[in-house]
């Protein structure tokens, strides 16, 4: 459903979120705040913050999504554990699987995959959607994944992310030979301003975003190199290796059109992951091998 507005002058100087709830009162300040970071929103054909301050004559776009009334269903998909106890489960996720519900794939997810195995006995605080959810990774993305099992546990998790404590450390490819042998990538990330499905380098609207990377291996045309994330923004790896001209193989959403190989999705890896356990307080670290694909694209790649 599609809303427009046209801000008269005794509108004017409101804040874009104060605007819309008074104008849509059909729903929450809240979730009115959801639709304008989530680039539902518009103000003149661009995304801005929820603390704008509307001018006279502005034009308004607010592109509401249709709800569907959803009751998840636990699915006998094969999971990959390397760590589970009372408290958080940890899974190795394959390449081509959706994390949790979301428009276009509501059956098939992890989530569903978790409900299955671990029934009941996953934490509530993400919503129906996304029981169990800490964080997550794209769906051709492959690599390690926690869950987490109650609010006690996801409540200590989430603030490990939040403070950017979590040790990830993920594996790809990208375009090109990689000059230096290592460096870091501190450019903000925030929506696309011409494309909302999308994220992009933003200093304008962008959120701290930041990725340490080294070479492992350098190929004819590509290198292997290692991220180690110290913020965790959506597709971070991709947008910054991206920006720096080397895209990721395989990523046609932030990399080139045409790709030299039959890939499902970007060459990246979640390959490590740490954390404090919210119970014992004890660090665990995790590691997973790369997916045969993956292995398979390096053997093909030093042949060259």
């Known amino acids: 459903m599609n809303k427009t507005f046209i801000v008269p002058e005794f509108d004017i100087n ?53 709800n569907r009334k959803l009751e998840l269903q636990g699915e006998d998909i094969p999971l990959d554990i390397l760590y589970e106890d009372d408290d958080l489960i940890v899974i190795n996720k394959p390449q081509n699987l959706v994390v949790h519900p979301a428009p276009g794939h509501y059956e098939g997810t992890l989530v569903n995959a978790l409900l299955n195995h671990c029934g009941d006995s996953l934490s509530g605080i993400n919503g129906v959607l996304r029981p169990g959810i800490v964080h997550r990774i794209d769906k051709d993305t492959s690599g390690i994944l926690i869950a987490a099992k109650n609010d006690k546990a996801h409540s200590y998790l989430s603030e490990q992310f939040s403070a950017h404590t979590i040790t990830r450390k993920y594996h790809a490819i990208v375009f090109g030979n990689i000059a230096e042998d290592s460096g870091t990538i501190n450019k903000p ?32 045309g590509f290198t292997l190199i290692e991220a180690v994330l110290e ?6 790896i991709r947008v910054h290796m991206s920006d720096s001209g080397h895209p990721l193989l395989g990523d046609k959403i932030y990399g080139r059109e045409k790709q030299p190989y039959k890939l499902e999705g970007q060459a990246l890896h979640a390959k490590i992951l740490g954390f404090i356990h919210p119970k014992t307080k004890e660090y665990m670290e995790f590691e997973s091998e790369l997916p045969e694909y993956f292995q398979k694209l390096i053997c093909t790649l030093k042949q060259k």
């Open 14 to 66: 409101k804040r874009l979120d104060h605007f819309l709830s008074e104008n849509i009162i059909e729903k929450s300040r809240n979730m009115l705040q959801k639709l304008i970071e989530s680039g539902y929103v518009t103000v003149n054909n661009k995304i801005e913050k929820s603390n704008y301050k509307t001018k006279l004559r502005d034009i308004i776009s607010v592109d509401i999504p249709k």
């Open 189 to 220: 990330i925030g929506r696309d301003i011409k494309d909302r499905k999308k994220m992009a380098v933003n200093y304008k609207n962008g959120k701290n975003a930041v990725t340490n990377f080294k070479v492992l291996h350098r190929f004819n």
């Open 231 to 236: 913020t965790g923004r959506t597709h971070q």
